[in-house]
């Protein structure tokens, strides 16, 4: 049995909203493991979905850079948000978004290989830069949208420096619109990305590793609802359709208006321009997500190291 520590109930108490003595019960029937235990908290009605924002696990900054129809995000990681603030820090950001947008890179190791204006590669520019700053910095990801004729938005939220941010989202809408169209509306939507966080751009697109794992919570649910298999049956797969819907950013409610489906928007504003207009995709890169920061009691690490 995994030992079951307050950092561990405050941290799926902060994730679920649920009592702590539920979270302690939680991690206690998962054997520790946070997913799990908040899946078991979903699944007795302890605790709404998961929050899709979730804790940021790392610092550092998500960069994006636009030339009319590319776009491209990059996210580099440092130990700490002082360094996020570094002058040189945030030019190295800056300089692989350029970088990975005028080479057309949509991967970190090809982006690592490329060449940096100041010499040698990106990867010894950041290994350069770790010596000097002081703290290790890692180039974690890259992506890239890319339409035929249209535009492709950018937008960074809560902007540390123009570009550069904690949550960095690039909107890609495809068609024969006029650029003052287009832009106001790629903006609107790139707002919406950033606030709603959509998994995929439909619901076709959500990874069925997500769905498999949205209707095992919602079976165990209605297996305790004590109504015949027939009706569990549909009141699963209601939950998972459901889920899909919202998930899906052609299909979310625009945050706008809390009430009109983010396909309508862009159909009425093709519709009132007399053009053609298509949201043929979207990045959204927040800070730290998917990465767990390690937590550490710091009056023992001083004592271990004082051989106490």
């Known amino acids: 049995m995994a030992e079951?520590?307050?950092?561990?109930?405050k941290e799926?108490?902060?994730?679920?909203?649920?009592?702590?003595?539920?979270?302690?019960?939680?991690?206690?029937?998962a054997n520790?493991?946070?997913?799990?235990?908040?899946?078991?908290?979903?699944?007795?009605?302890?605790?709404?979905?998961?929050?899709?924002?979730?804790?940021?696990?790392?610092e550092g900054l998500v960069g994006v850079a636009v030339a009319g129809t590319k776009g491209v995000a990059v996210e580099v990681n440092s130990e700490t948000d002082f360094v996020a603030k570094n002058d040189q820090f945030q030019d190295f950001v800056r300089t692989v978004s350029t970088i990975?947008?005028?080479?057309?890179v949509a991967d970190a190791d090809a982006l690592s290989n490329a060449a940096y204006p100041a010499g040698g590669t990106v990867a010894e520019k950041l290994v350069a830069n770790i010596a000097t700053i002081g703290e290790n910095q890692t180039l974690r990801r890259v992506g890239q949208v890319e339409v035929s004729q249209g535009v492709v938005v950018p937008?960074?939220?809560?902007?540390?420096?123009?570009?550069?941010?904690?949550?960095?989202?690039?909107?890609?809408?495809?068609?024969?619109?006029?650029?003052?169209?287009?832009?106001?509306?790629?903006?609107?939507i790139a707002m919406h990305i950033a606030a709603a966080?959509?998994?995929?751009?439909?619901?076709?697109?959500?990874?069925?590793?997500?769905?498999?794992?949205?209707?095992?919570?919602?079976?165990?649910?209605?297996?305790?609802?004590?109504?015949?298999?027939?009706?569990?049956?549909?009141?699963?797969?209601?939950?998972?359709?459901?889920?899909?819907?919202?998930?899906?950013?052609l299909s979310q409610l625009f945050v706008m208006d809390n009430k009109t489906p983010v396909a309508d928007v862009v159909a009425k504003?093709?519709?009132?321009?007399?053009?053609?207009?298509?949201?043929?995709?979207?990045?959204?890169?927040?800070?730290?997500?998917?990465?767990?920061?390690?937590?550490?009691?710091f009056a023992a690490e001083v004592a271990a190291a004082a051989g106490v």
């Open 32 to 58: 520790g493991d946070i997913e799990a235990a908040t899946d078991w908290l979903r699944a007795k009605g302890l605790a709404a979905a998961q929050k899709k924002s979730s804790r940021t696990a790392a």
């Open 4 to 9: 079951i520590t307050a950092a561990a109930v």
């Open 197 to 249: 966080f959509p998994l995929a751009l439909s619901s076709a697109d959500i990874d069925p590793a997500l769905l498999e794992r949205e209707r095992a919570i919602a079976a165990e649910k209605a297996a305790e609802s004590g109504k015949p298999a027939e009706i569990v049956a549909k009141m699963v797969d209601g939950a998972v359709a459901k889920y899909a819907k919202e998930n899906a950013l």
């Open 155 to 188: 937008y960074v939220h809560n902007a540390a420096a123009p570009g550069l941010g904690k949550i960095g989202v690039l909107v890609a809408l495809e068609g024969d619109a006029s650029a003052d169209v287009l832009e106001p509306l790629g903006k609107q």
């Open 12 to 29: 799926l108490r902060d994730r679920s909203g649920a009592g702590m003595m539920d979270c302690k019960k939680a991690l206690t029937e």
């Open 100 to 104: 990975a947008l005028e080479n057309g």
């Open 269 to 297: 504003a093709a519709k009132e321009a007399g053009a053609s207009i298509t949201l043929k995709n979207y990045i959204r890169f927040q800070l730290g997500e998917g990465i767990e920061k390690e937590t550490s009691d």
